[in-house]
Nanobody, 116 residues
Framework: QVQLVESGGGLVQPGGSLKLSCAAS????????MSWFRQAPGNERELVAT????????NYADSVKGRFTISRDNTKNTVYLQMNSLKPEETAVYYC?????????WGQGTQVTVSS
């Protein structure tokens, strides 16, 4: 049974940093690319970043390039999202996602609020 559990969200001031974690279980973690998405109230869920199975290849939404870093530790079955220079408009619920057997699995999300 695939399970994804996000953590690390919270309240942060504009310009601050947070590091999100997504702990995975129930599948061969190192065999799958992983992604982070976010969804703000009233908006569609949007792709933030993806990482390949080994971590050797990453891709980012233009809006976060240079500020966010996706990484993974295959020994811990965990994917991370380091977020720096956060902006108020990045307030959202952040989700990790894996696609396995043409089925998309999502975590429950972690709330990130950027506000002074």
């Amino acid at each position: 049974q695939v399970q994804l559990v996000e953590s690390g969200g919270g309240l942060v001031q504009p310009g601050g940093s947070l590091k999100l974690s997504c702990a995975a279980s129930g599948f061969f973690f190192s065999g799958y690319a992983m992604s982070w998405f976010r969804q703000a109230p009233g908006n569609e869920r949007e792709l933030v970043a993806t990482i390949s199975t080994t971590g050797g290849s990453t891709n980012y939404a233009d809006s976060v390039k240079g500020r966010f870093t996706i990484s993974r530790d295959n020994t811990k079955n965990t994917v991370y999202l380091q977020m720096n220079s956060l902006k108020p408009e990045e307030t959202a619920v952040y989700y990790c996602k894996v696609v396995k057997g043409r089925v998309a699995y999502w975590g429950q999300g972690t709330q990130v609020t950027v506000s002074s």
